[in-house]
């Protein structure tokens, strides 16, 4: 009986491909077996490790061709996107790739069709294998060894989805041809001594090293490279999906940086929450920074800051809300009427000005353009809030036992809340650091009343203001 | 200043790094180590070896030698009046943190860039001397690329040439006007002739190459630029047309936009807010238009508003293809491939399978379902045999059925 019988009979054929990935033996026995008219649905594909043998019955001789027997053909676009799809780990390939040649005998076009499911399944098994390799040439990650001869040698351990190992190590070779390194996979193992290439059984991760000390300068890169006003988590998980991670020392950052980078956002809409390491360490640094500051968006506006003045020592610290149309020209606070006033009260009071350190809540002027005119606009609270930063790091070194607020925005601008001035005035807030703070009214309020509003507002000013004059004797005592 | 260690340098040198967008490391000439005595290999696409959780990649040891500046250009974190943390590298640290992280197989190579110290020219020959420890000293074949001064000697450049695979002179700002007021130390004419020669060098380095097989190569990888986006009022068709007039002018292989991102410590006279990202996006849609898909710059400068600038809610092709309904739809079975190309929503990938498929059937809607990732966006502007849009490229209200829903546009742009 001849093989041709065999055929016509109907007899199944089981071919056992030795190497998952090899192409060349898959081409040979297809080639014969379309030679030899077997329909696909009669050839059974195994590789080492596949389960069942379906065909176990199967007359596993195959036949052999006539020498006459006519050539077979197939399309140069098909043989390449075979030769990839062969790695892939769909245990179905080889059956695909043979129903394609197989159509390929009478429909000699058939692969340029994207519409048939045959092509359209290769495609995306070259698809797969495609970006797989892709991706092991980019995160394979060597870890450095001293061997025992003194050399060293860099061993990656690396999980590829497809059989794509062997493909790849000419990629490796011809990249690092003077290294010695190991490339270790669940799937088997290649090892490059400089002149020659090893392959070896399967591996375990335990196999290779934990850790490089280039690690640590590689994630500080990592993480220092990234500009975090820009987050887009999503583009980077659709090119390095999450299942890469784990075999990538740098992915273990990824969570903090981006939990970090949210937080750095919001640091610049509420500066107050800036990390205490980050203070400027002298008033003059301060002077410096806030005419750089944009925390906020008065800094946009035309103006120019106006740093707080006076001794470092001060025991009195005295805080406005904000510069006004004279200070922004003159670069000082309270030099313009609200200044002149509160100049008065204070002496009337006894306090000295130049001994105390004068500041406002807010650095910069805010004001809306009214023809030539400047008019001034009250800081919200976020801006009063955002300013804080810098109050709080000018307090922190002036160090003063008392805090004068003139006005709400100014108590917030030292308590970060709004209280009432009602409830507050005429006693002292202990503060946190020892110090206390006194509230009154800004001068600015004063200015805008007249007649008996004015009489009893002075008054209370005044009184204030004596009150704060009687404690610091006190506290200096 | 204390003593640093290359940890902290590293951290601060590439950090500083981080407002460059270039970082591609492709298009050179094929390399491999194969017969030397260093290692790399360069094998045209790039590879990007991680991504940042900007959703940028990292192909390249980005850093700058060093980020203390003599200029003080406003837009720039490391500009001299900034008080940023300083540091600075040796061409020797440079070059050993290359191949360091080269072995492990973490990058590409190499993207220098630097502050200017001294001079021009001092800072120039540190940039030349890292490249050279390179490749003379360790025979290193993998990518460089170098961040030139336009104010350098030309010998310099020259001598960066012949060491990189890629050189880039950032033009910074889009109007001579924004050059002006925010880079006061520097000169758009300079900046151009710098350019100019760099384009000289590359070419003449190629006709050598022809006649002598052993002519130096000169930045194989050509010459790309920076603009900065949003940091003035240039709006995207001045933008747009600027790149062109580059493409044409020096033949750049790549003009990249960063859109001006908010720095620790900015200067006064920036914008408070940064552009919105996908600003930035449109941009590169449309400079892909003009490489990819023929479409000239007063094409896409067609597609911009009233104010200049390309809508942000729906990308550029579909804008054009909003305003020259005329055109549409095309009939998939007989338009040309440049009419194709024309159809919003079908990619280069999609036209040419498009071709090949129509030699063999006469194609149903079905089938171009098949072969582009969303009919949905398509529809409108195509005829097939079982399909015909009658009235829909008529619709009022077109844009709003194609445009993506807001609350998609505010993700991405956040
Ligand atoms: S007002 Fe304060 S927070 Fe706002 S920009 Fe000026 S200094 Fe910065």
């Known amino acids: 009986m001849t093989t041709m019988q065999n055929v016509r009979l109907g007899a199944y054929y089981a071919v056992h491909i030795p190497r998952p990935d090899d192409f060349a033996f898959w081409r040979e026995r297809a080639r014969m077996l379309v030679q030899c008219d077997v329909p696909p649905d009669r050839v059974a594909w195994t590789e080492p490790g596949s389960s069942g043998d379906l065909f176990a019955g199967g007359d596993t001789r195959l036949p052999v061709p006539d020498r006459d027997a006519r050539p077979i053909r197939a399309s140069k676009r098909f043989l390449s996107l075979a030769r990839n799809a062969v790695l892939h780990s769909d245990s179905e390939r080889f059956a695909l790739l043979y129903r394609l040649v197989w159509r390929q005998q009478t429909q000699p076009r058939i692969t340029e069709d994207k519409t048939d499911p045959d092509v359209r399944k290769l495609e995306e098994l070259d698809k797969n294998v495609r970006r797989d390799s892709h991706k092991m040439h980019a995160f394979v990650r060597f870890r450095q060894v001293k061997e025992q001869d003194g050399e060293e040698h860099y061993v990656a351990w690396f999980e590829p989805d497809h059989h794509i190992l062997r493909a790849n190590a000419g990629f490796f070779k011809r990249r690092f041809a003077n290294m010695r390194w190991s490339i270790l996979t669940p799937r088997g193992t290649l090892h490059w001594d400089g002149s020659t290439m090893r392959e070896g059984p399967p591996a375990q991760k335990g196999d290779a090293p934990q850790g490089d000390p280039a690690e640590d300068l590689w994630k500080t890169y990592y993480a220092s490279i990234f500009n975090p006003a820009r987050l887009k988590v999503g583009a980077m998980l659709s090119e390095m999906p999450k299942k890469y991670w784990k075999n990538l020392p740098e992915a273990s950052l990824i969570p903090d940086l981006i939990a970090g980078a949210q937080s750095r956002e919001a640091m610049m809409v509420a500066a107050g929450e800036r990390a205490a390491s980050d203070r400027p360490e002298t008033l003059e640094a301060i002077d410096r920074a806030i005419h750089q500051c944009r925390q906020c968006p008065i800094g946009g506006l035309d103006n120019q800051a106006v740093m707080g003045e006076g001794p470092a020592g001060a025991a009195l610290m005295i805080v406005g809300e904000q510069p006004g149309d004279q200070e922004d020209r003159a670069g000082r606070p309270f030099v313009g009427p609200a200044g002149q006033l509160l100049d008065r009260y204070i002496e009337q009071a006894g306090i000295e000005r130049r001994s105390a350190y004068v500041t406002n809540a807010v650095k910069h002027f805010k004001f809306v353009q009214r023809g030539k005119r400047r008019l001034h606009q009250s800081p919200t609270a976020k801006e009063i809030d955002t300013c804080r930063w810098w109050l709080e790091s000018e307090r922190a070194l002036v160090q003063p036992k008392i805090v004068l607020a003139l006005g709400a925005s100014a108590a917030r601008g030292i308590l970060g809340k709004t209280v009432s001035m009602a409830k507050v005035r005429g006693a002292p807030i202990p503060l946190e650091d020892g110090s206390e703070l006194w509230v009154t009214a800004h001068p600015a309020y004063l200015l805008r009343l007249d007649g008996a509003a004015h009489e009893e507002q002075a008054a209370l000013f005044a009184r204030d203001l004596a009150a704060v004059k009687k404690r610091l004797a006190g506290l200096e005592a | ?414």
Request: positive net charge; aromatic residues 8%.
């Open chain 2, 1 to 414: 200043m204390p003593h640093q260690t290359i940890l902290q340098k590293l951290e601060i040198l590439a950090d500083a790094a981080k407002y460059d967008a270039s970082c591609a490391s492709s298009g050179t000439a094929k390399k491999n180590s194969l017969g030397g005595k260093g290692m790399g290999s360069t094998e045209g696409m790039g590879i990007c070896h991680a991504y940042a959780p900007d959703g940028r990649c990292i192909s390249l040891l980005k850093v700058l030698l060093t980020n203390h500046c003599i200029f003080d250009c406003h837009y720039c974190i490391n500009r001299k009046s900034s008080n940023v943390r300083r540091a600075r590298f040796t061409p020797q640290e440079v070059a050993d943190l290359t191949l360091s992280f080269y072995k492990r197989n973490y990058i590409e190579g190499l993207f220098l860039s630097s502050g200017i110290i001294k001079s021009s020219n001092h800072t120039m020959e540190q940039m030349v001397e890292t490249a050279r420890i390179l490749r003379e000293e360790h025979d290193f074949r993998g990518y460089i690329h170098l961040k030139t001064i336009p104010e350098a000697d030309p010998e310099l450049i020259r001598q960066a040439g012949l060491y990189a695979d890629r050189l880039s002179i950032n033009v910074e700002l889009p109007t001579d006007a924004g050059l002006t007021r925010l880079a006061p130390d520097k000169d758009a004419r300079q900046i151009e002739g710098a350019m100019g020669g760099t384009k000289m060098a590359i070419v003449e380095a190629k006709d050598a190459k022809k006649r002598f097989k052993h002519a130096p190569r000169f930045a194989p990888a050509g010459q790309s630029t920076q603009m900065i986006v949003g940091a003035d009022a240039a709006s995207d068709a001045d933008i747009v047309g600027k790149a062109s007039r580059l493409y044409d002018n020096f033949r750049l292989r790549r003009v990249y936009y960063s859109a001006f991102s908010p720095i620790p410590d900015a200067s006064a006279v920036l914008p408070l807010k940064r552009p919105p990202l996908i600003r930035e996006h449109r941009l590169y849609q449309s400079d892909w238009l003009m490489r990819f898909y023929g479409y000239q710059p007063g094409e896409i400068m067609q597609a911009t508003g009233a104010d200049g600038n390309l809508p942000l809610d729906i990308d550029p092709k579909l804008a054009w293809a909003l305003k020259f309904r005329e055109q549409f739809p095309v009939d998939v079975q007989r338009a040309s491939k440049e009419q194709l190309l024309r159809v919003p929503g079908l990619g280069v990938k999609a036209v040419s399978r498009i071709l090949i498929a129509r030699r063999h059937r006469t194609l149903r809607l079905d089938d171009i379902a098949k072969l582009t990732v969303s009919l949905g966006k398509i529809r409108p502007f195509i005829v097939t045999c079982d399909w015909r849009p009658t009235l829909l490229t008529d619709r009022a209200d077109l844009r709003r059925l194609l445009a993506p829903k807001q609350e998609q546009l505010e993700l991405f742009a956040a």
